[in-house]
């Protein structure tokens, strides 16, 4: 397991796990919570992501599964009157399903100044998320074991 931790602007993480089996396979995209008041996926997503571990330990895994538990941390933290209030940005009322900026230009701005074999749909996909998260910085690290 690899673990990605992304730190917002506001000083949340956000999470991203990445298991890789054995040869080939397909790939597999999890995430939790985009309203950040729905815990259910979150606390099963939590609970695959050991399961996952073991399974790419023991060697059982085919393909490659991506794993976003919570994917909205702004979200997490917004509470009002006793209530989690996860739907709305409460700092401009925008709902988090609903807005998403146009990355393209600026990832493709990214790719066009790495080198030609490091342009790659993963790099692409790191570069947005970076850019979605407002990330400072960005920080990979291989773990075991289901360590988080």
């Keep these: 397991m690899t673990i990605d931790e992304y730190l917002m602007p506001g000083g949340e993480k956000l999470l991203i796990y990445r298991f890789v089996g054995m040869g080939g396979g397909p790939r597999v995209y999890l995430q ?18 050991k399961l996952l571990d073991a ?3 023991a060697g059982e ?15 997490l933290g917004q509470f009002a009157y006793g209530r989690h209030l996860g739907r709305f940005d409460l700092t401009d009322r925008r709902n988090f399903n609903r807005s998403f900026p146009n990355l393209a230009d600026a990832i493709i701005g990214h790719l066009e100044r790495m080198p030609l074999a490091a342009r790659t749909r ?27």
Excluded at 133 to 144: D, E, I, N
Aim: net charge negative; aromatic share 0%; charged share 15%.
């Design 32 to 49: 939790g919570a985009l309203h950040a008041d729905e815990v259910s996926a979150t606390v099963a997503l939590h609970r695959l992501t």
């Design 55 to 57: 399974a790419e330990q």
């Design 61 to 75: 895994l085919i393909g490659e599964i991506t794993v976003v538990p919570h994917c909205n941390p702004r979200g």
């Design 122 to 148: 993963e790099a692409a996909v790191a570069i947005g998320h970076a850019l979605m998260a407002g990330a400072r910085t960005l920080r990979t690290s291989a773990t075991g074991c289901g360590s988080n």
